[in-house]
């Protein structure tokens, strides 16, 4: 079988294979015999690996974005050659006796030839913002599940507080909680912290807060609430944190803000994801495509076969779904306006998007023979 020739469009590049310890690098190009060599990811190697590449002319390197490996490579190399992290969909090579060499050579080809498309990397700034918002995100999933645990707890006592109260960890119920681990079981004291609308609503409580609570939940509750806390002030530092960084983009979050259901949180997150230059993207549908908030295109024979959306990224794909749920509930806005007339047609879920999961082949039922 003949291989494969491409036009050349750069003299001299680099396709690097990556992996944890180690990194395959292939070098072709113009009056450039073709070489292969393996280098360790230990930064001292990582620099052996510039000098190599700089003794022989390279200009452009490229690279697959596998898991977290790239990222170390990326950023010692950084400065000193021009790097394409691509896709690593775009660069399937044929099937047949695949191996390291042969991964980076074939990435050398494709980058020679111009068929490859760079993906966005931030700047050094933009990426220490992107882990804080990214850190600050995943404390909150954890206070999260910290909340849960303490409800099944209050379940598994019988203390039906979620089935009155609209939110557990609201004043009333905090206090309540309090109460609890405090040694307080009688229903009636328990129900005396009730507040607001709660107050009309004691007798319910009552009821409710009847169960049977021992000191292992007790015990429980404390060490719940504890974690909680402690989240709490995690988050308060992160945040802090964000918005010292964030004061060169003042005049770029009050921007944002001016759009109807982004809060300053999600004007933040949306800065650290893709930053403040749109001249990275090529276009709005382009950004779009890659935060993965737009329809997929999935044609053959003329047939749609599916416009689920792409897999893009899910950081800013969560900020944008939490702005337009708190955008549909504006009032006089035409985001609102052109919520409900989506939501007439095709249902709620539908005009605020949400990331559907791959629904599962079933298995074909086996007929059984005729005696």
Known sequence: ?????FPQVIERGCGLDVHRDTVVASIQGIDLVEETQTFFTFTSDLERLICWLQNHGITHV??????????PVYYVLEGYFEILVVNARHIKNVPGHKTDKADSQ???KLLLSGLLKSSFVPDADMRFLRTLFRHRKKLINQRSRAKNRLQNILEDANIKLSSVVSDVFSKTGLAIIEDLI??????????KQARGSLVRKRSELE????????????????????????????VEQMEQKLEECMLPYKHEIELLQTIPGISRISAIGIIAEIGVDMGKFISAKHLASWAGVCPGNNESAGKKLSARSTQGNKYLKTTMIEASWACSHTKNTYLSFKYYSISKRSGKKKAAPKKKKAAKKKKPVKKKKKK
């Not at 079988?1 to 020739?5: A, G, K, L, Q």
């Not at 409710?208 to 609570?213: K, Q, T, V, W």
């Not at 404390?222 to 402690?230: G, P, R, S, Y």
Request: cysteine-free.
């Open 1 to 5: 079988m003949s291989t494969v020739e």
């Open 62 to 71: 490229a690279m697959e974005s596998t898991g977290v490996y790239w990222k």
């Open 106 to 108: 074939w990435i050398a």
């Open 182 to 191: 405090n040694g307080i079981n009688d229903p009636v004291e328990l129900a």
């Open 207 to 234: 009821m409710a807060l009847h169960g049977r609570f021992n000191e292992y939940h007790k015990y429980m509750l404390q060490l719940i609430m504890n974690t909680i806390q402690e989240h709490n002030q995690r």
